[in-house]
């Protein structure tokens, strides 16, 4: 039996309010554990975050040029 789970930013160090510049997945894609989600870029680095959880992405809660914080909604998967 499949189920939704959401997956939140996790700790990305000492930054907060960071920029999203790239998403690489779309509604319907698939993917597995550590495919980069989505690209975030700080006054100091540039840094992928992968997936935590492998399944097909039903929702995207974020846009490029949104500013995220550790913990905030990413998107949802169907496991």
């Known amino acids: 039996m ?3 789970e959401k997956v939140l930013l996790p700790d990305i160090g000492d930054f907060s309010d960071v920029e999203i510049i790239e998403i690489h997945v ?3 894609a698939v993917l597995d ?4 989600i989505l690209t975030l870029e700080s006054d100091k680095a ?3 975050v992968p997936s935590p959880i492998a ?3 039903t929702e995207i809660a974020v846009a490029v040029g949104d500013k995220i914080s550790e ?4 998107v949802s998967v169907e496991t």
């Open 33 to 36: 554990v550590e495919d980069p």
């Open 55 to 57: 399944g097909k992405i």
């Open 2 to 4: 499949s189920q939704i």
């Open 46 to 48: 540039t840094m992928e």
């Open 71 to 74: 913990g905030d909604f990413l």
């Open 26 to 28: 779309s509604v319907g």
